[in-house]
C-alpha cells in the first residue's frame, strides 16, 4: 500500500507530499489540482511502463507541465507585499514524482534535456531515480540509483555494482535495468507498478464499445475505457463470484438483474424492475451502464495494489452514489483505493467509513495545496 505520494514542479503543484490510506477521497473546488494529482499519479505508473516521456509529449512536452510560478514563495509575496519573483540562487527546473509503500520507495527526477536534438527538442531528460526500503530515502535503505547516464545495484552482499554506464536520458532504470542480476527488487517493483489501474475514460456514449457485442475472452481486469465490460462482468460470474455481482446489482437497481447472451457474439442483458424484457447495452443509459462499468473494475477476481478512479460519479443519477460507496469500501480490503471527487454524496457516504483518508485540496497564489493535511515526512534524491 502506497503510504506517500510526493509531488514536485508539476503543473499547479509546487510541492505535495501526501498520506494516502487504504482508502483516500481527494476533494477540492474546480481548479484546485484535483486533475493535476491524478495525472501525476498516472506519469508515475507510465515510468514503469516505459512511457512517461511519450506520456509528457502528449501533454505538449516537460515544459508545458512544469510549475510556472517561483521555486518558493517570500512572505512578502504572500502578503502581497512583493511581486511574483523567482527568488536569487534557485535549483534547476525539475518535474519530481515518487512514492514510498509498505516495502518499497522509489523517486525520478526529470528535467530539460542537456543533449537535445534538431528533431526532439521538448524531450526531457531523466536526470536521477533511487530505490530503497523503508518510508524515507536514506543511505541505508538505498539500494538502486541513477545518475544521468549511469545506475548502479547493491547485491545481495550489499555491496554496489554498476548496472549500466550509458543509460539514455528518456530510458528509466525501472525498464532497463530491472531484468539484471542482483536487480530482483527493482524487477518486483516495476511488476507492482505495472499492476495498478486507472479508471478516468470510461466510455459510455453511444458508439461506445461496451454498448456492442463482443467476442468473449476471460477478462480478469476490465480495460481503462470499459469496452470489454461484457467479459469482465462474465468473468467476475465464472471465477464465483455470482452472488456478489448479482447483490451488487440488487444494491443499485432494486429488482434488477444481469445474464448473459452467447447467441452469436456475447452480449449482457439486463432486467429491470417492471420490464417484460431484458435491455441490452445499446439501450441502457450512460448512468446504468457507467455504474455497471465501475462494478466490474471494483469486484475484479485480481485486485491490483492500487486503483485510481478520477470523477467516478461523472453521469450517475444521485441514488447510485451510495451503493458506488458501498462498493468502494468493501473493494478496499483487498486493494488500495483513491478516488478523485468533486461529488459532495460520494464524500459525505464515504467519509463514513472509519479508514478513509479525506485529502482536500486548494489552490492559493496559483499552488495547489492540501492545508489540513499534515504531510509526512519526505526526502527527495539529489542530483
Given at each position: 500500500?502506497?503510504?506517500?505520494?510526493?509531488?514536485?514542479?508539476?503543473?499547479?503543484?509546487?510541492?505535495?507530499?501526501?498520506?494516502?490510506?487504504?482508502?483516500?477521497?481527494?476533494?477540492?473546488?474546480?481548479?484546485?489540482?484535483?486533475?493535476?494529482?491524478?495525472?501525476?499519479?498516472?506519469?508515475?505508473?507510465?515510468?514503469?511502463?516505459?512511457?512517461?516521456?511519450?506520456?509528457?509529449?502528449?501533454?505538449?512536452?516537460?515544459?508545458?507541465?512544469?510549475?510556472?510560478?517561483?521555486?518558493?514563495?517570500?512572505?512578502?509575496?504572500?502578503?502581497?507585499?512583493?511581486?511574483?519573483?523567482?527568488?536569487?540562487?534557485?535549483?534547476?527546473?525539475?518535474?519530481?514524482?515518487?512514492?514510498?509503500?509498505?516495502?518499497?520507495?522509489?523517486?525520478?527526477?526529470?528535467?530539460?534535456?542537456?543533449?537535445?536534438?534538431?528533431?526532439?527538442?521538448?524531450?526531457?531528460?531523466?536526470?536521477?531515480?533511487?530505490?530503497?526500503?523503508?518510508?524515507?530515502?536514506?543511505?541505508?535503505?538505498?539500494?538502486?540509483?541513477?545518475?544521468?547516464?549511469?545506475?548502479?545495484?547493491?547485491?545481495?552482499?550489499?555491496?554496489?555494482?554498476?548496472?549500466?554506464?550509458?543509460?539514455?536520458?528518456?530510458?528509466?532504470?525501472?525498464?532497463?535495468?530491472?531484468?539484471?542480476?542482483?536487480?530482483?527488487?527493482?524487477?518486483?517493483?516495476?511488476?507492482?507498478?505495472?499492476?495498478w489501474r486507472f479508471y478516468d475514460n470510461l466510455r459510455t456514449d453511444r458508439e461506445a464499445p461496451a454498448r456492442r457485442p463482443q467476442v468473449a475472452t476471460f477478462t480478469p481486469a476490465l480495460a481503462d475505457d470499459g469496452g470489454d465490460l461484457a467479459a469482465a462482468l462474465a468473468t467476475i460470474d465464472e471465477i464465483g463470484a455470482a452472488r456478489a455481482l448479482a447483490e451488487t446489482i440488487a444494491d443499485a437497481f432494486p429488482g434488477g438483474a444481469i445474464q448473459f447472451s452467447t447467441e452469436g457474439y456475447f452480449e449482457v442483458l439486463m432486467r429491470q424492475h417492471g420490464l417484460l424484457r431484458p435491455l441490452r447495452m445499446a439501450e441502457l443509459s450512460e448512468?446504468?451502464?457507467?455504474?455497471?462499468?465501475?462494478?466490474?473494475?471494483?469486484?475484479?477476481?485480481?485486485?491490483?495494489?492500487?486503483?485510481?478512479?478520477?470523477?467516478?460519479?461523472?453521469?450517475?443519477?444521485?441514488?447510485?452514489?451510495?451503493?458506488?460507496?458501498?462498493?468502494?469500501?468493501?473493494?478496499?480490503?483487498?486493494?488500495?483505493?483513491?478516488?478523485?471527487?468533486?461529488?459532495?454524496?460520494?464524500?459525505?457516504?464515504?467519509?463514513?467509513?472509519?479508514?478513509?483518508?479525506?485529502?482536500?485540496?486548494?489552490?492559493?497564489?496559483?499552488?495547489?495545496?492540501?492545508?489540513?493535511?499534515?504531510?509526512?515526512?519526505?526526502?527527495?534524491?539529489?542530483?
Amino acid at each position: 500500500m502506497i503510504t506517500r505520494l510526493a509531488v514536485s514542479g508539476y503543473r499547479s503543484i509546487r510541492e505535495l507530499v501526501l498520506s494516502p490510506g487504504r482508502l483516500t477521497i481527494v476533494t477540492g473546488a474546480n481548479g484546485a489540482g484535483k486533475s493535476s494529482l491524478y495525472r501525476a499519479l498516472r506519469l508515475l505508473a507510465d515510468v514503469a511502463q516505459g512511457r512517461i516521456v511519450q506520456s509528457l509529449a502528449m501533454e505538449g512536452g516537460l515544459q508545458s507541465t512544469l510549475w510556472a510560478g517561483p521555486e518558493k514563495f517570500s512572505r512578502a509575496m504572500k502578503m502581497g507585499a512583493a511581486p511574483i519573483q523567482p527568488l536569487a540562487g534557485a535549483s534547476p527546473r525539475a518535474l519530481k514524482l515518487g512514492f514510498a509503500s509498505d516495502t518499497y520507495g522509489f523517486a525520478i527526477d526529470l528535467g530539460p534535456s542537456s543533449t537535445a536534438t534538431m528533431f526532439f527538442p521538448l524531450d526531457p531528460q531523466i536526470k536521477v531515480e533511487a530505490q530503497w526500503t523503508g518510508p524515507v530515502l536514506g543511505r541505508s535503505g538505498l539500494f538502486a540509483e541513477r545518475r544521468g547516464l549511469s545506475v548502479r545495484i547493491r547485491d545481495d552482499n550489499g555491496e554496489w555494482r554498476q548496472a549500466a554506464t550509458a543509460l539514455a536520458g528518456v530510458d528509466s532504470m525501472m525498464t532497463h535495468c530491472a531484468g539484471m542480476r542482483d536487480a530482483h527488487d527493482l524487477s518486483i517493483l516495476r511488476e507492482t507498478m505495472r499492476r495498478w489501474r486507472f479508471y478516468d475514460n470510461l466510455r459510455t456514449d453511444r458508439e461506445a464499445p461496451a454498448r456492442r457485442p463482443q467476442v468473449a475472452t476471460f477478462t480478469p481486469a476490465l480495460a481503462d475505457d470499459g469496452g470489454d465490460l461484457a467479459a469482465a462482468l462474465a468473468t467476475i460470474d465464472e471465477i464465483g463470484a455470482a452472488r456478489a455481482l448479482a447483490e451488487t446489482i440488487a444494491d443499485a437497481f432494486p429488482g434488477g438483474a444481469i445474464q448473459f447472451s452467447t447467441e452469436g457474439y456475447f452480449e449482457v442483458l439486463m432486467r429491470q424492475h417492471g420490464l417484460l424484457r431484458p435491455l441490452r447495452m445499446a439501450e441502457l443509459s450512460e448512468g446504468t451502464l457507467r455504474y455497471l462499468q465501475l462494478a466490474a473494475a471494483l469486484l475484479t477476481p485480481r485486485p491490483p495494489p492500487l486503483m485510481v478512479f478520477n470523477e467516478p460519479e461523472a453521469s450517475l443519477h444521485p441514488s447510485l452514489i451510495a451503493p458506488l460507496a458501498r462498493l468502494m469500501r468493501k473493494a478496499a480490503a483487498d486493494t488500495q483505493i483513491i478516488v478523485v471527487s468533486h461529488s459532495a454524496g460520494l464524500v459525505d457516504a464515504l467519509r463514513g467509513d472509519d479508514a478513509c483518508v479525506e485529502i482536500a485540496l486548494e489552490k492559493q497564489l496559483g499552488e495547489t495545496l492540501a492545508p489540513e493535511h499534515e504531510p509526512p515526512k519526505w526526502v527527495w534524491p539529489s542530483r
